[in-house]
């Protein structure tokens, strides 16, 4: 049976996905009935239990590949396909990054021939990781002229070398004709760096990672795009392993997506899309959602037309967007809109938590109905609005709050360990640094009564149950008297060396006593060999001094999580790097470069697990603009924080530098100021759009006439701040 491939448009809430799903049960029971009145009409019987033939189970592989913009949304997606169809019909939900990495991962072998490579099992590279080997690589040629032109420190330049190959990647462009791209893009622009210069880095860069076995995300997409798409060995098995494509927000998709849909639609795969005219999240990110809107030519379009169900958008879209488009217009806004208005930040804060603590005790709304929206969070706001509402024992959920591993206590105490158990790091720790890993490793073993403590547990009983034998005070003169610094050897003496010992007191000297010992014992052991990593080291500690049979906050445990996953990740490509060029270093080097890494705040980890274990989590939603629409939540109530920033018209989110010249209907035409202006009022537009459809009862606009660097905020939503009927101002919120 031939079925038609759908393109599904409408706006956020206007049930795309649900539409998705549904056209996909519509497949299934369309097959059934065709396959069961051929077999009975050939026969005579009636046929049972057949399967369609995308969705035969005894296939090898899954017939149905489902596609979601990103991993929560995957997830998500999953689940409702699973729940729809009674999980009876196998499918692989994938995001199209990850769908491509599993392709060139299982087809290596293909690739090795290709391409001449070595035969040996690829390993992908983390960012930070790539970041860290670009920059040795390319440090000789970046000299100071270099890092002057380009006006960025040599970290930032780094990054925005590798997005370059990454955003070229994504829109389907090889390395080779990155220079002819900027070349016609930057024109006479003498104030970046020559074309010619930054391609000739990234071809060096590439070819030195496939040496080695070593992916990263852009040198995945260009291998899948550039090579195995167009492989007739890696086209037959494709298409025998997928015979339908469901794909959810393709607005948020890039350009190399739409080659993978139309070389399974040519070979007669079926195919069912969402797209969201007012989504496009990404965009500036590597996402093209005007070239993958080319592939409705080949659907059925379906337009859903509704609005978003309980939603302010029908009511406020139309006078916001002719307000901030047309400054001039004489609009007053609906009561559903409000505004918080201070002269300076900090008071904006403090009075935007105040009238959410007043809202949410008077029961107008409960706290999961509520979120707050910035263009920008820095850590001062989120922190403020963090703890006042906590204090009014109102739970915070901070949307992928990722914040660097180093500002966790338990990581810092872990790392300070390592320097005293390995020689030659004694450089990396000081008397802080040791008072502040006694503390965190003499915590005290909670009653074994105590209740298993979730994301729900509001932060002072956390820290309440997380008491230790050792406290600030003690571990400071511990540290003074019995810390002895060392380049090579750093030392912790017994406690007797302290004269006044008998101050620490019993319970702190014997914690202190068995840190020491079973520091001892690891020295003891590494000396022999018989620690085999530092990795089994970390384990060791959190076992003996963290975990001990106790149920940690989710925020250590994901904080340890990803520093144990860091840590692997880091000596598997150390190891990778040795057997391909071994190369002479001090003993240890590896561990100080680790170390130094994680100091210098790159690798982050979220305090709270996206998913964690029981029913959803009853927080107030504390986000960006670009984490709030990428999550595709919605609430009842919104708190437009900083509405006068400038920033809302960027999305929230950095555009990566030279991600116009990768766009397909654009490609390599020059970008000038007149085209950020109209991509700026395109996008918050969009914005507004978005946001409005995720909102069903209150707007808050919150202004504070003076930025956190004192300068005014003029920005584009300020003509709706004005236009507030209802305003609470510093002189009436108490």
């Known amino acids: 049976m031939v079925y038609d491939s759908v393109w599904i448009v409408g706006t956020s809430r206007s049930g795309k996905t649900a539409r998705l799903v549904q056209q996909f049960c519509n497949w299934i029971k369309s097959e059934k009935q065709s396959t069961e009145s051929f077999y009975t009409k050939k026969t005579g019987r009636k046929k049972t239990g057949h399967l369609?033939?995308?969705?035969?189970?005894?296939?090898?592989?899954?017939?149905?590949?489902?596609?979601?913009?990103?991993?929560?949304?995957?997830?998500?997606?999953?689940?409702?396909?699973?729940?729809?169809?009674?999980?009876k019909y196998p499918v692989r939900a994938k995001t199209p990054l990850g769908f491509f990495q599993d392709e060139v991962i299982l087809f290596w072998p293909l690739l090795i021939n290709s391409l001449n490579l070595k035969?040996?099992?690829?390993?992908?590279?983390?960012?930070?990781?790539?970041?860290?080997?670009?920059?040795?690589?390319?440090?000789?040629?970046?000299?100071?002229?270099?890092?002057?032109?380009?006006?960025?420190?040599?970290?930032?330049?780094?990054?925005?070398?590798?997005?370059?190959?990454?955003l070229a990647a994504y829109s389907g462009v090889p390395c080779e004709d990155i220079t002819q791209i900027l070349a016609r893009g930057m024109g006479e622009n003498t104030t970046t760096l020559e074309p010619e210069f930054l391609a000739s880095l990234l071809l060096d860069w590439r070819n030195w990672c496939l040496e080695r076995g070593l992916l990263t995300y852009g040198i995945i997409t260009e291998l899948y795009s550039q090579h195995l798409l167009s492989d007739r060995n890696y086209q037959q098995h494709l298409t025998k392993r997928y015979q339908a494509i469901l794909a959810d927000d393709v607005d948020d998709y890039p350009s190399v997506a739409r080659l993978l849909f139309e070389l399974l639609l040519d070979r007669g795969a079926v195919g069912a899309f969402s797209y969201n005219p007012d989504g496009a999240v990404r965009l500036g990110l590597g996402a093209d959602p005007n070239y993958l809107e080319g592939l409705a030519e080949r659907c059925r379009v379906e337009i859903l037309n509704g609005p978003p169900p309980k939603s302010l958008s029908e009511q406020l879209t139309k006078q916001m967007v002719e307000l901030v488009t047309?400054?001039?217009?004489?609009?007053?806004?609906?009561?559903?809109?409000?505004?918080?208005?201070?002269?300076?930040?900090?008071?904006?804060?403090?009075?935007?938590?105040?009238?959410?603590?007043?809202?949410?005790?008077?029961?107008?709304?409960?706290?999961?109905?509520?979120?707050?929206?910035?263009?920008?969070?820095?850590?001062?706001?989120?922190?403020?609005?963090?703890?006042?509402l906590v204090k009014q024992n109102i739970p915070v959920e901070?949307?992928?709050?990722?914040?660097?591993?180093?500002?966790?206590?338990?990581?810092?105490?872990?790392?300070?360990?390592?320097?005293?158990?390995?020689?030659?790091?004694?450089?990396?720790?000081?008397?802080?640094?040791?008072?502040?890993?006694?503390?965190?490793?003499?915590?005290?073993?909670?009653?074994?009564?105590?209740?298993?403590?979730?994301?729900?547990?509001?932060?002072?009983?956390?820290?309440?149950?997380?008491?230790?034998?050792?406290d600030p005070v003690?571990?400071?003169?511990?540290?003074?008297?019995?810390?002895?610094?060392?380049?090579?050897?750093?030392?912790?003496?017994?406690?007797?060396?302290f004269e006044r010992w008998d101050r620490i007191g019993y319970a702190a000297t014997t914690a202190y006593n068995e840190i020491l010992q079973w520091l001892e014992q690891q020295r003891s052991q590494q000396?022999?060999?018989?620690?085999?990593?530092p990795i089994s080291l970390l384990d060791r500690a959190i076992v003996r001094f963290l975990w001990n049979g106790s149920n940690l906050p989710y925020e250590q445990l994901a904080a340890l999580r990803e520093l144990l996953e860091t840590a692997q990740h880091?000596?598997?490509?150390?190891?990778?790097?040795?057997?391909?060029?071994?190369?002479?270093?001090?003993?240890?080097?590896?561990?100080?470069?680790?170390?130094?890494?994680?100091?210098?705040?790159?690798?982050?980890?979220?305090?709270?697990?996206?998913?964690?274990?029981?029913?959803?989590?009853?927080?107030?939603?504390?986000?960006?603009?670009?984490?709030?629409?990428?999550?595709?939540?919605?609430?009842?109530?919104?708190?437009?924080?900083?509405?006068?920033?400038?920033?809302?018209?960027?999305?929230?989110?950095?555009?990566?530098?030279?991600?116009?010249?990768?766009?397909?209907?654009?490609?390599?035409?020059?970008?000038?100021?007149?085209?950020?202006?109209?991509?700026?009022?395109?996008?918050?537009?969009?914005?507004?759009?978005?946001?409005l459809s995720r909102v069903s009862e209150r707007v808050y606009l919150c202004h504070s006439d003076l930025?956190?660097?004192?300068?005014?905020?003029?920005?584009?939503l300020l003509p709706l701040v004005n236009a507030c009927v209802t305003v609470i101002s510093q002189t009436n919120v108490k």
Not at 357 to 370: D, G, H, L, R
Not at 585 to 591: D, G, V
Not at 707 to 712: C, R
């Open 326 to 388: 047309e400054p001039m217009v004489l609009l007053s806004l609906p009561k559903t809109v409000h505004s918080i208005q201070t002269t300076s930040r900090a008071q904006l804060l403090r009075q935007t938590a105040e009238v959410i603590a007043n809202a949410i005790q008077s029961q107008q709304v409960q706290p999961e109905e509520v979120a707050i929206i910035a263009p920008g969070l820095d850590a001062i706001a989120r922190y403020t609005l963090v703890e006042i």
């Open 527 to 533: 000396e022999l060999r018989l620690i085999p990593s």
């Open 570 to 691: 880091y000596w598997e490509i150390d190891t990778r790097l040795r057997q391909i060029a071994p190369v002479e270093t001090t003993p240890h080097a590896t561990i100080i470069e680790f170390i130094q890494l994680l100091r210098r705040g790159t690798i982050t980890a979220n305090p709270y697990p996206v998913r964690p274990i029981g029913g959803a989590r009853k927080a107030l939603t504390l986000a960006t603009i670009f984490q709030y629409r990428s999550s595709r939540r919605s609430h009842q109530w919104h708190f437009w924080l900083d509405a006068g920033s400038p920033l809302w018209a960027k999305g929230g989110a950095a555009t990566l530098f030279g991600a116009p010249f990768f766009l397909r209907d654009r490609l390599g035409e020059p970008w000038t100021a007149e085209d950020e202006k109209l991509a700026e009022e395109q996008r918050l537009q969009k914005i507004l759009t978005d946001l």
């Open 474 to 497: 003690r571990a400071g003169l511990i540290a003074d008297y019995c810390f002895v610094p060392h380049p090579d050897r750093p030392n912790l003496l017994p406690v007797s060396a």
């Open 707 to 716: 930025a956190v660097n004192g300068q005014e905020q003029l920005g584009p």
């Open 52 to 87: 369609p033939e995308f969705l035969d189970i005894k296939q090898t592989e899954p017939g149905v590949l489902v596609l979601a913009a990103n991993d929560d949304n995957r997830r998500e997606l999953g689940d409702i396909i699973v729940t729809s169809t009674l999980g």
């Open 119 to 166: 035969a040996q099992f690829p390993v992908r590279l983390r960012p930070e990781t790539e970041q860290e080997l670009a920059t040795k690589l390319w440090r000789p040629q970046l000299d100071e002229e270099i890092l002057r032109l380009a006006g960025v420190n040599e970290s930032r330049l780094v990054r925005r070398i590798l997005d370059l190959l990454q």
């Open 398 to 470: 901070s949307l992928n709050d990722q914040r660097p591993l180093i500002s966790s206590p338990v990581i810092r105490a872990l790392l300070t360990m390592l320097a005293l158990v390995y020689p030659g790091l004694g450089r990396l720790v000081d008397r802080d640094a040791v008072a502040e890993m006694l503390v965190v490793l003499s915590r005290k073993q909670p009653p074994e009564n105590s209740s298993l403590l979730t994301p729900n547990s509001s932060l002072s009983t956390q820290h309440s149950q997380l008491s230790t034998h050792i």
